[in-house]
C-alpha cells in the first residue's frame, strides 16, 4: 500500500512544545473507547453519531514559539475539515477496498486488457482519493485519542504522527460491511499505534512491549487498590490479583524505573549534580588511605633492614610489590632453587622481624 505521502500531507509539523500540548487539550474526547490489545478488535457498539468538534481547534492554547504556533495552525486546518456522514463513510470504505484490490490486481503480474487495466487504474485513482478523504475528515480523533497519552515519554506532536500512521492502517483495515462506525474501528488502531511508540521510544532503555504492557497493568491494579483500600498495597496482594508471583511483581516494578542521570541538578539553585552527592563505593576513605600510606613507610623501612635476597623472597611471597603472592615452588624457580630452600629463607626472615623494633608498631594496623 503506498501510505508515505499520506503520512507526510496529515502528520503535524515536527518539534516538541508543551504549548502545542496543552493546545490540544481542548479537543473533544473520542465517543468510541477500545482496548490496548495485540489482535484486531471484534464488533463494537454501534455508534448513531459521528463525533463532533464542540470547540475550535487551539482557542484557549497559551504560550508563543514557532512549534506551538505551527502546531496551533495544524489544528485550525484540521479542525475547518468537514465531518463525514455515515453514508459518506461506507461509500468512501467501499472505494478504498475497490483500490485496494485493484492495485494487488495490477501487481499479480496477471494479462490483462487494455480496457480492463484502465478501469483498474481508475479504481487504484479514485481509491486512494477515498482513503485521503477518510483519513483527513478523522484526524481529529487522533488529537482527542493522543491527550490520553500526554505526559507518559512522548510529546503531543509525536503522539499524534504516531496516531495518524494508526489512522491510516485502520482506513486500510476498515470492513464497512459489518455496519459498524469508522471513528469506533479506528479508535483501536490509534491507540495501539500510540502504545506501541510509546513502549519503542519514551524509555532510555528500551523494554519489550509485552513488558511495557505488564508493567502498565500492575501500575493499574496497584493505583486501583490504593483507591479501594487507602493504602499501598504490597507486592504479595497485587500478585494475587494479577495471578503472579511476588516475586514477578517486584521485577517488573524494578522495570518500571526510570534511570536517572548522575548530572542531573539537584538543590534550589541547581549548582549540584546528583554524582557529586553519591558516594564511590569503590574509592577508598582519607582515613585508609592515609593509614596505607603509613603502612608501606614502616614495611619499606623494615625490609631496608634486610638483605637482598631476603627482601626479595619476602616481597615475592607476600605480593607486596605488585599485589600477587607467589607460591614457594614460583619463587625457587626465580632463585634457582628448591622451595624446601626458600621456605628456610623465609621462615628465618620472619622469626628477624618479628624482633625489630618496628614490629610492635606493624601489629597495630592488624588490630
Known sequence: ?????????????????ADAEAA??????????AVDEEEEPEAPERVEHVPTQRKRAGEGS?????????????????????????????????????????????????????QLTLDLDKLVVMGRMAKRRLIESNLRLVVSVAKRYVGRGLTMLDLVQEG??????AVEKFDYARG???????????????????????RTIRVPVHVVELINRVVRVQRRMLQERGYEPTAEEVAVHLELTP?????????????????????EEDDVALGDL????????????????????HLEAVLST?????????QLRYGLADGRPRTLEEIGRIFGVTRERIRQIESKTLNKLRDHAFADQLRGYLD
Open 1 to 17: 500500500m503506498q501510505t508515505q505521502s499520506l503520512t507526510v500531507s496529515v502528520s503535524p509539523p515536527g518539534g516538541a512544545a
Open 24 to 33: 490540544a487539550a481542548e479537543e473533544p474526547e473520542a465517543e468510541a473507547d
Open 62 to 114: 497559551a504560550g508563543a514559539g514557532p512549534s506551538a504556533d505551527l502546531f496551533r495552525q495544524y489544528l485550525r486546518e484540521i479542525g475547518r475539515i468537514p465531518l463525514l456522514t455515515a453514508v459518506e463513510e461506507v461509500e468512501l470504505a467501499r472505494r478504498v477496498e475497490a483500490g485496494l484490490f485493484a492495485e494487488e490486481k495490477l501487481a499479480s503480474g496477471a494479462v490483462l486488457d487494455l
Open 164 to 169: 495518524n500512521l494508526g489512522l491510516i492502517r
Open 180 to 202: 459498524y462506525k469508522f471513528s469506533t474501528y479506528a479508535t483501536w488502531w490509534i491507540r495501539q499505534a500510540m502504545s506501541r511508540a510509546l513502549a519503542d521510544q519514551a
Open 247 to 267: 516475586e514477578r511483581v517486584l521485577e517488573v516494578l524494578r522495570l518500571a524505573q526510570e534511570p536517572v542521570s548522575l548530572h542531573a541538578p539537584v538543590g
Open 278 to 297: 553519591i558516594e564511590d563505593g569503590d574509592a577508598a576513605s582519607p582515613v585508609e588511605s592515609a593509614a596505607f600510606f603509613l603502612l608501606r613507610e
Open 306 to 314: 634486610l638483605g637482598e635476597r631476603e627482601r626479595k623472597v619476602v
